[in-house]
DNA sequence: CCTTTTACCTACTATGTCAATAGGTTAATA
DNA sequence: TATTAACCTATTGACATAGTAGGTAAAAGG
């Protein structure tokens, strides 16, 4: 289950989306529009800016903006820095340590599908897709 | 991330699987083979038995065993049991009460899609392909 | 320079879930 | 009647989530 911190986080980039690649928005505008926390948004709001997602500027007519166009966001780079790896399994994350029973694994192999089901349409909807409502829904 | 209990739920069920549909296996075998706490599997098989998955006996001779062939068991229908719904986020669980947000949700759109193309991809595993290794993983 | 605005930083807390553990009771067999 | 094994009812330690509280740093306007 995907927590709030990475619920928000897409919220707030569709938001910062929908402004443009030029203005600062101030958190203020956000939380009204949204109705979340403002402490609670500025964390999440650091771990973004810390990883260059998006750029924040201090002061009147500061706030934040997105660092690149929409389309550049995926929506799988974002929960992936909010939510940690997307993997089912902790065997599969990148800082895991060598599992001994991989070798006779029998759920290995369909934990390794799940993963990449999961990724592959996550990387396949970006920021742009969720402004403008253009999400395929498979089949 | 799925947790030790549906993890747990699914080797045992490729154990009992593997000694077929007619022989009651003990839980004290099972745990020997995989490393896994007997107080802990308990709970689990108690789940996995009221829900009509497995059949379990008391006393000498006892033990639990498969109710159907191991093909009639999707990884989907375990995994809902033992995690709860597979939905990413609550808004879509079936208990859930509707969301006011939901008309005008950006993001709601993309999490059918996630939830559709996790669904999808654990019912087309079952126990039987996890024996197997008849895994098939995607593209 | 000073006040306002805004991002950013550190610490704390309430709540809940996970992953067991502990100590029993019930049912079936030999 | 003893043994085996499922089943039941708590309790616990550790950890993550979703915030709250109270500040500091930087930028702009007057």
């Not at 690149?68 to 966001?73: I, L, S, T």
């Given at each position: 289950m995907v927590s709030t911190r990475g619920r928000y986080a897409l919220r707030v980039l569709i938001d910062l989306a929908e402004r443009g690649t030029e203005e600062f928005v101030p958190l203020k505008d956000i939380t009204k529009k949204e109705g979340i926390s403002k402490k609670y948004l500025e964390s999440i709001m650091t771990l973004l800016s810390k990883n260059n997602m998006v750029e924040g500027v201090h002061g009147k007519g500061g706030g934040y903006r997105l660092n690149?166009?929409?389309?550049?966001?995926t929506v799988g780079m974002i929960l992936r820095l909010t939510e940690g790896d997307l993997s089912p399994v902790a065997c599969l994350a990148p800082e895991a340590e060598i599992c001994q029973r991989a070798e006779i694994c029998k759920t290995l192999p369909m934990w390794k599908g799940l993963k990449k089901v999961v990724n592959d349409y996550l990387e396949s909807v970006t920021i742009e897709d969720l402004l403008n409502g253009n999400v395929k829904i498979p089949e």
């Open positions: 690149r166009p929409a389309k550049d966001y």
